[in-house]
């Protein structure tokens, strides 16, 4: 019952998410060209060094590096491999889900660019 309650609840959460997202989407003076990128154009091998890294050092490293002229936002180096890897869940729910980081009014993510470093995740993070 228990496992049953839980997939429930899970799958309600993905609702929600989607739901949000949506929202998300639709807000910011009705702009969604983020949105727009053709799949095929994804590179079927990104690797860290010519595709990950610089987009989170585009995106990301004016606060998330350690030569950030604001200091090391949150101790959380974005350029660094290990750390990127692991925070990929954060950086998915901060740059395209709540669209909170970069914060203001900092050019946010777009959707092509994190197809990328999605792919990169699912290909088991080459260096
Ligand atoms: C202009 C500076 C700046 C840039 C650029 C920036 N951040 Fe941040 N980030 C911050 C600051 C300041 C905080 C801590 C305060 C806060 O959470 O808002 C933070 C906190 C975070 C956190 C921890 C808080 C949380 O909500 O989990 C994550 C994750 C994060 N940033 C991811 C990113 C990602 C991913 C990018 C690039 C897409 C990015 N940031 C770009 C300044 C920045």
Redesign the pocket.
Known sequence: MGRIADLNARSRRRGLFALLFVGFAGCGAGDTSYLDFDPASVPAQPTWANDVLPR?DY??????SPDAQ?GL??G?D?TNYEVAKF?LL??E???MI?R?????T?Q??SAYDFAVIKRWDKNGHPK
């Open positions: 989170l995106y990301c490293g004016a606060c998330h604001v936002q949150e959380l974005l925070a954060d950086i729910r901060t740059a709540e909170s980081m970069p914060p203001g900092a946010k993510m």
